[in-house]
């Protein structure tokens, strides 16, 4: 490729950003201009479309300047001097509040707080200007319709920034948000048309009932902006369904049936003089929306985006998820079953046949034996029998006299008995070892189904999505040149984005976007393929480093570490010795680290993963397979660090001069087919060091002097704790063992 096609071909991108960004910066002058409208409606002495609309916007962060001017300015302009310092004083109190509490997570939260703002500064204003009972259910009244119109309003921004995601609900929310701001316009004239306007569009190419609901909600705000609700609701309602009936048919269509219907109520309902001030609005509306380019109308449409089907999916997905998890829960419990049939104790009965049966086979006396006096011979063997389980093996003088003076194979019985007990033990204990393998299938087929489940709910969870931040960050990122393929922020903690771009200068971009977009401080976590995995910037920060040393030079380490953070942003720890030392040791201790790793970061809670971990160490190979589990989980947005040990050495957390020891009295994995492992919680705070080590460096030797050195030295950085600790181990005890040190450094 030559340089003047990678030269077009940036011009071209360069283009396309460019384009982007005008129309976002022109979605956003609109949404400011409708604000401004909205906000300066007034119904009497109420404005209260400007605390909704600032409680809408609120995301995370105040609104911006833009924004805030075109509410302040609004209620400054509606001519009501009292009404604008109750708004503008309940604002303030919604910022202050806002400020102290989260109230990104729920729009019906922000709806409350306002509302309740709103009310004590109407009460306050009130009491001033003077309060009745009147005045009181009004206010009340006003703080009810702003706790649920908060909401809607906060749909009609994400349909407006968003418009892939809509539904029926989001066009009935913009056109809500287009009615209040029709209702701020100068004059009636305009008022009308462009309330007319609304619901000609919201009708083109809509469902019925989808058309009668805006025109119900567009006539409701009509009313109660001219005077005349029950007249405006009536006559809009019954226009919209008429058109939402015809418009397929096209837009003159459209345009005839809900003149119809508007006119027939008004000259049931108006006298004749006020007839034709609608009549004009009315064939203004008309005009403008034969004139007006489709394309303007496509966002009142549900149809044209596929919301609804990719709910659908999510459900159909959510159920095939539930299904299979099911499956594998019964094939769990018959595995269970199969295995609690099986008994560990050597069966006497079969025992007692095969031995005989062997013995007597081609004796000449069998038919005298065993059918002539079969009690006293089968009760005879059977004292042998039980005699040679107990003891594990027969000598001839432990025969009976019934047998030993009968029997003419006397002197066979003793090697027959302890042939059949070794071949009947070896396949007891191969039968136990088969019982075993089922309960470990069944316990991990039991966390996959889980597991299962757990997805299941990620996907009935879809109202965590955050399609308005997603879409901000996509166009921010878009104008940054990055290109983002998806975007994807979910429940105000977790952005993922997929781009091509995974530079570090694209990274700390894409997390600076984000973090300014959010209103709140992200981190970058890790990639996975094409996908950056962002988090909420927690409290706590973590820096960690570890540091090994082996006995002989050139020796495989038998010690295994790793550190990193996690989807759901804990930060996670790990060392895990192998038995033994050398290249065995470190492919069991790797091993059960490699597993661990997986396992967590696919979401297995941390049991399961223990539990997984021993199973593959048990029946990994024929040998003997043990490896120690030493684990912190630290949150670092609940300063929580959850210590798990199978086997493990103490661990130390040094806060100050102080110094907390972390241990447990547990067998490695491997060892049985059920986990011995233990857990300890521990509440961390800034400045907290926390040091996790093999037992080549902790024995009891030197655990009092491992505390003491720790609580008496300062160390600068993880780097140098994890050192310096190895080095103190290694002078004070020698290297004896694989030595590993793992120290994490708790920053605020």
Request: some cysteine.
């Given at each position: 490729m030559d340089t003047s096609t990678i030269k077009s071909k940036k011009v071209l991108k360069r283009g396309q950003a460019a384009v982007f960004a005008a129309r976002t910066s022109r979605k956003q002058?609109?949404?400011?201009?409708?604000?401004?409208?909205?906000?300066?409606?007034?119904?009497?002495?109420?404005?209260?479309?400007?605390?909704?609309?600032?409680?809408?916007?609120?995301?995370?962060?105040?609104?911006?300047?833009?924004?805030?001017?075109?509410?302040?300015?609004?209620?400054?302009?509606?001519?009501?001097?009292?009404?604008?310092?109750?708004?503008?004083?309940?604002?303030?109190?919604?910022?202050?509040?806002?400020?102290?509490?989260?109230?990104?997570?729920?729009?019906?939260?922000?709806?409350?707080?306002?509302?309740?703002?709103?009310?004590?500064?109407?009460?306050?204003v009130k009491l001033f200007s003077g309060f009745c009972a009147a005045d009181a259910a009004f206010l009340l009244l006003e703080a009810a319709v702003l706790i649920f119109l908060v909401p809607v309003f906060s749909k009609a921004r994400t349909m407006l920034f968003s418009p892939h995601g809509q539904n029926a609900d989001s066009v009935l929310a913009f056109s809500v948000f287009l009615c209040a701001a029709a209702a701020g316009l100068e004059g009636m004239f305009l008022t009308r048309t462009a309330f007319f306007l609304i619901a000609l569009a919201a009708a083109n190419k809509n469902s019925a009932p989808l058309s009668a609901a805006v025109g119900c909600s567009a006539g409701a705000v009509l009313g109660f902006s001219c005077g005349e609700p029950l007249f405006a609701v009536s006559s809009m309602a019954f226009a919209s369904l008429l058109s939402g009936c015809f418009s397929r048919f096209g837009k003159f269509a459209a345009i005839a049936s809900f003149a119809l219907g508007f006119l027939s109520v008004t000259f049931a309902s108006l006298p004749p003089s006020e007839i034709f001030a609608y009549c004009g609005s009315l064939v203004a509306a008309a005009a403008l929306f034969l004139i007006l380019p489709q394309s303007m109308f496509r966002v009142f449409s549900p149809s044209s985006v596929p919301g609804a089907d990719s709910a659908s999916l999510c459900r159909l997905a959510q159920a095939d998820l539930e299904e299979n998890a099911a499956a594998i829960n019964e094939v769990a419990e018959t595995f269970d079953k199969i295995s609690e049939k099986t008994s560990s104790a050597l069966p006497s009965a079969d025992f007692f046949e095969k031995a005989t049966d062997r013995l007597c086979r081609s004796c000449t006396k069998r038919a005298s034996c065993w059918d002539e006096k079969f009690h006293r011979t089968s009760a005879a063997f059977f004292v042998l029998t039980q005699l040679c389980i107990s003891k594990g093996a027969v000598k001839e003088e432990d025969i009976p006299e019934e047998i030993f003076e009968k029997c003419p194979e006397t002197d066979k019985i003793p090697s027959v008995f302890n042939a059949v007990y070794d071949v009947c033990k070896v396949d007891r204990l191969w039968l136990n070892r088969v019982s075993e393998s089922r309960k470990m299938v069944s316990g991990q087929l039991f966390c996959i189904s889980e597991r299962l489940l757990k997805s299941a709910e990620l996907l009935s969870c879809g109202a965590k999505f955050d399609s308005s931040l997603s879409s901000q960050i996509s166009a921010a990122l878009t104008v940054h040149m990055l290109a983002p393929k998806s975007v994807c922020a979910v429940n105000g903690s977790r952005v993922d984005i997929e781009t091509s771009h995974r530079g570090k200068s694209a990274i700390s971009t894409a997390a600076d976007i984000v973090s300014s977009c959010a209103g709140k401080p992200y981190i970058y976590l890790y990639t996975s393929g094409d996908t950056l995995h962002m988090v909420r910037a927690p409290r706590l920060k973590i820096s960690a480093s570890s540091s090994r040393r082996v006995p002989e030079k050139g020796n495989v380490c038998g010690d295994s570490t790793d550190f990193l953070y996690l989807k759901d942003g804990r930060f996670f720890m790990m060392i895990s010795d192998g038995m033994g030392r050398?290249?065995?040791?470190?492919?069991?201790?790797?091993?059960?680290?490699?597993?661990?790793?997986?396992?967590?970061?696919?979401?297995?809670?941390?049991?399961?993963?223990?539990?997984?971990?021993?199973?593959?160490?048990?029946?990994?190979?024929?040998?003997?397979a043990f490896a120690t589990l030493d684990m912190v989980f630290i949150d670092p947005v609940r300063a929580y660090a959850d210590f798990y040990k199978s086997g493990a050495a103490p661990s130390f957390v040094k806060r100050g001069k102080k110094v907390f020891e972390i241990s447990s009295e547990t067998l490695p994995a491997g060892v049985f087919d059920k986990?011995?492992?233990?857990?300890?919680?521990?509440?961390?705070?800034?400045?907290?060091?926390?040091?996790?080590?093999?037992?080549?460096?902790?024995?009891?030797?030197?655990?009092?002097?491992?505390?003491?050195?720790?609580?008496?030295?300062?160390?600068?950085?993880?780097?140098?704790?994890?050192?310096?600790?190895?080095?103190?181990?290694?002078?004070?005890?020698?290297?004896?063992?694989?030595?590993?040190?793992?120290?994490?450094?708790?920053?605020?």
């Amino acid at each position: 490729m030559d340089t003047s096609t990678i030269k077009s071909k940036k011009v071209l991108k360069r283009g396309q950003a460019a384009v982007f960004a005008a129309r976002t910066s022109r979605k956003q002058l609109l949404y400011t201009s409708l604000i401004f409208l909205s906000s300066r409606a007034s119904f009497g002495t109420f404005l209260p479309f400007a605390a909704i609309s600032f409680a809408a916007e609120y995301n995370g962060r105040l609104p911006s300047f833009l924004t805030s001017s075109a509410v302040v300015l609004g209620l400054l302009l509606s001519f009501s001097p009292l009404s604008a310092i109750k708004y503008i004083s309940a604002i303030i109190l919604f910022s202050l509040a806002a400020s102290k509490y989260d109230l990104s997570s729920s729009p019906l939260h922000r709806g409350a707080v306002m509302g309740f703002s709103t009310l004590i500064c109407g009460i306050a204003v009130k009491l001033f200007s003077g309060f009745c009972a009147a005045d009181a259910a009004f206010l009340l009244l006003e703080a009810a319709v702003l706790i649920f119109l908060v909401p809607v309003f906060s749909k009609a921004r994400t349909m407006l920034f968003s418009p892939h995601g809509q539904n029926a609900d989001s066009v009935l929310a913009f056109s809500v948000f287009l009615c209040a701001a029709a209702a701020g316009l100068e004059g009636m004239f305009l008022t009308r048309t462009a309330f007319f306007l609304i619901a000609l569009a919201a009708a083109n190419k809509n469902s019925a009932p989808l058309s009668a609901a805006v025109g119900c909600s567009a006539g409701a705000v009509l009313g109660f902006s001219c005077g005349e609700p029950l007249f405006a609701v009536s006559s809009m309602a019954f226009a919209s369904l008429l058109s939402g009936c015809f418009s397929r048919f096209g837009k003159f269509a459209a345009i005839a049936s809900f003149a119809l219907g508007f006119l027939s109520v008004t000259f049931a309902s108006l006298p004749p003089s006020e007839i034709f001030a609608y009549c004009g609005s009315l064939v203004a509306a008309a005009a403008l929306f034969l004139i007006l380019p489709q394309s303007m109308f496509r966002v009142f449409s549900p149809s044209s985006v596929p919301g609804a089907d990719s709910a659908s999916l999510c459900r159909l997905a959510q159920a095939d998820l539930e299904e299979n998890a099911a499956a594998i829960n019964e094939v769990a419990e018959t595995f269970d079953k199969i295995s609690e049939k099986t008994s560990s104790a050597l069966p006497s009965a079969d025992f007692f046949e095969k031995a005989t049966d062997r013995l007597c086979r081609s004796c000449t006396k069998r038919a005298s034996c065993w059918d002539e006096k079969f009690h006293r011979t089968s009760a005879a063997f059977f004292v042998l029998t039980q005699l040679c389980i107990s003891k594990g093996a027969v000598k001839e003088e432990d025969i009976p006299e019934e047998i030993f003076e009968k029997c003419p194979e006397t002197d066979k019985i003793p090697s027959v008995f302890n042939a059949v007990y070794d071949v009947c033990k070896v396949d007891r204990l191969w039968l136990n070892r088969v019982s075993e393998s089922r309960k470990m299938v069944s316990g991990q087929l039991f966390c996959i189904s889980e597991r299962l489940l757990k997805s299941a709910e990620l996907l009935s969870c879809g109202a965590k999505f955050d399609s308005s931040l997603s879409s901000q960050i996509s166009a921010a990122l878009t104008v940054h040149m990055l290109a983002p393929k998806s975007v994807c922020a979910v429940n105000g903690s977790r952005v993922d984005i997929e781009t091509s771009h995974r530079g570090k200068s694209a990274i700390s971009t894409a997390a600076d976007i984000v973090s300014s977009c959010a209103g709140k401080p992200y981190i970058y976590l890790y990639t996975s393929g094409d996908t950056l995995h962002m988090v909420r910037a927690p409290r706590l920060k973590i820096s960690a480093s570890s540091s090994r040393r082996v006995p002989e030079k050139g020796n495989v380490c038998g010690d295994s570490t790793d550190f990193l953070y996690l989807k759901d942003g804990r930060f996670f720890m790990m060392i895990s010795d192998g038995m033994g030392r050398g290249k065995k040791a470190g492919t069991d201790s790797h091993a059960a680290l490699d597993i661990t790793k997986k396992l967590l970061l696919s979401g297995f809670d941390t049991e399961s993963t223990i539990s997984m971990v021993n199973s593959v160490l048990v029946l990994k190979s024929s040998e003997t397979a043990f490896a120690t589990l030493d684990m912190v989980f630290i949150d670092p947005v609940r300063a929580y660090a959850d210590f798990y040990k199978s086997g493990a050495a103490p661990s130390f957390v040094k806060r100050g001069k102080k110094v907390f020891e972390i241990s447990s009295e547990t067998l490695p994995a491997g060892v049985f087919d059920k986990t011995d492992v233990s857990k300890n919680s521990f509440r961390l705070s800034g400045g907290d060091i926390i040091f996790l080590a093999s037992d080549g460096v902790i024995t009891d030797r030197n655990r009092e002097k491992i505390k003491d050195f720790i609580a008496k030295n300062n160390f600068s950085t993880p780097e140098s704790a994890a050192n310096e600790l190895l080095s103190f181990a290694v002078s004070s005890d020698g290297v004896h063992d694989d030595m590993t040190v793992l120290a994490a450094f708790v920053t605020e």
